[in-house]
């Protein structure tokens, strides 16, 4: 298992270049868990996991087989003065929409019962329905304690209490500051997330190795490598890959992961505002990607179409959620051996890459009975000393790599809120991810025409935000 302090030494080698990913079969991915510790499920309505899509990334690792984790990071799980003793016996009800048993974080979960005697009850909910599903809980005083933000914030605010109530010891340095200080809303805190977790999300580039190699394609990891990994090489790629047949396509994308390569997005978060992202450089980013759309080189402008066509074998490049580093990930159907990777590229040769990612985090859900045991929960569930990384990942190049490419630090990340804006504001998502299919002249008058949209989504954001006492 790769400890954590090789996750953070990670963030030192992120300036090494990275070579494609060596052909490597898929780990196996089965558990050792015993029998004797039962985790109890509350199902709702639907499918309770996440479609094949992967659409928000959800991840996951096996359970170490040191369950307890390090000694160091046992000193201290919670604030001085709060004994896990006390709360033997108690249950925990963690509200997701994937199995743990099915999953890598189930024995994680197992291990947890076993070393504090606390109970996890864990409620599924589709992940399409969560928000409602927990609203509509609170309201009836079914509360779950713990709740999982993946790609809805602002949005998850509305069912979160303040995380002090956890009493986390949140100066502790495992504790992820930019994710904590990211989603305090006036001046309280919401959401969790630990430093070298598992479960962390930024966006990344993917390339059919196989196709590539054997077409002498040069390919994104030999760009990188290179130091010439940019737009307009990896337009070359997509071109070259088009060129083999009309059943060949050069790319799909997710347009937010793209766009925030550059620094742009539809939305910004400062200071602890939302603002109209849409500025000269995502106009000329839309602009790009419309050009591409246009001409055939790029099909598919979202995660879920990400998923649904990369796998197939006849895609150059894709962009999407380091989700698809996973044995249980997107790409989960193909063969690891064929899955190149590597870092998005820049805009041009003077330009820096930004990294780019959803909101992932833990939170205390409103009305939850047992808030303390579900901080001793979180510090325990989200420490990846707790989980066997080796089982987790399509090969041993892709974990060395998901380790390097989540461990940039948070703060500078450029993250990206279409979904659950769209969402909290009513307004259509899709409209404005299939911006692209407009005709490349017409995209700066589209783009213009939504301002309007924008800026009261914007204002009905940040009223929402100012809601929240």
């Not at 996890?120 to 509360?143: C, F, H, K, M, N």
């Not at 197939?312 to 044995?327: D, E, M, P, V």
């Not at 064929?338 to 820096?352: E, R």
């Not at 707790?386 to 450029?414: G, H, M, P, Q, V």
Request: charged share 20%; proline share 3%; hydrophobic share 35%.
């Amino acid at each position: 298992m790769i400890k954590r302090n090789a996750r953070i030494a990670a963030l030192l080698m992120a300036v090494l270049m990275l070579s494609s990913a060596a052909a490597c079969g898929k780990k196996d991915t089965s558990s050792d868990s015993s029998d004797d510790v039962e985790i109890e499920y509350v199902y709702q309505s639907g499918t309770a996991s996440g479609d094949a899509s992967g659409a928000e990334g959800t991840a996951g690792g096996d359970a170490s087989k040191n369950s307890s984790g390090s000694s160091k990071n046992n000193a201290k799980t919670i604030n001085d003065g709060i004994n896990p003793e006390d709360y033997r016996g108690t249950t925990v009800r963690y509200a997701t929409w994937r199995d743990p048993k099915l999953y890598e974080d189930g024995p994680v979960v197992e291990a947890f019962q076993k070393k504090y005697g606390i109970k996890v009850q864990v409620d599924l909910i589709p992940q399409t329905e969560y928000l409602p599903t927990l609203t509509s809980r609170i309201a009836s005083g079914d509360a779950s304690d713990v709740v999982f933000c993946t790609d809805k914030f602002p949005e998850i605010i509305s069912v979160t209490q303040p995380i002090d109530a956890a009493k986390l010891n949140l100066n502790e340095s495992i504790w992820d500051q930019g994710t904590i200080n990211l989603t305090a809303v006036n001046g309280k805190k919401y959401l969790v997330n630990t430093v070298g977790n598992i479960w962390n999300e930024v966006d990344c580039l993917y390339f059919n190795k196989k196709l590539l190699e054997e077409n002498n394609i040069t390919t994104p990891a030999e760009y990188y490598a290179a130091g010439k990994w940019t737009f307009d090489a990896m337009t070359k790629v997509m071109q070259e890959v088009s060129a083999l047949g009309s059943q060949y396509v050069g790319g799909c994308i997710n347009l937010e992961g793209l766009l925030g390569s550059t620094g742009s997005a539809f939305y910004k978060f400062e200071n602890g505002q939302f603002k109209n992202g849409t500025d000269s450089k995502f106009n000329d980013v839309m602009r790009y990607v419309s050009t591409n759309v246009k001409n055939g080189l790029i099909k598919g402008l979202t995660v879920t179409e990400v998923a649904t066509n990369f796998p197939t074998g006849k895609y150059g490049i894709a962009i999407t959620h380091a989700f698809g580093l996973k044995s249980t990930g997107a790409f989960r159907k193909m063969n690891p051996s064929d899955i190149g990777f590597t870092y998005l590229p820049a805009w041009d040769a003077n330009s820096k890459v930004q990294t780019t990612s959803i909101v992932r985090g833990w939170g205390l859900c409103i009305g939850a009975k047992n808030p303390v045991a579900a901080g001793i929960f979180m510090r325990y569930y989200t420490d990846v000393d707790n989980y066997n990384t080796s089982s987790a990942f399509l090969n041993s190049e892709a974990e060395s790599f998901f380790f390097k490419l989540t461990a940039a630090d948070t703060t500078n990340r450029t993250y990206y809120f279409l979904t659950s804006i769209s969402s909290l504001t009513g307004s259509t998502a899709l409209d404005y991810f299939y911006l692209p299919k407009e005709d490349p002249n017409q995209v700066a008058t589209k783009i213009a025409s939504l301002q309007n949209s924008i800026n009261a989504n914007v204002a009905k954001a940040n009223e929402f935000l100012k809601s929240k006492k």
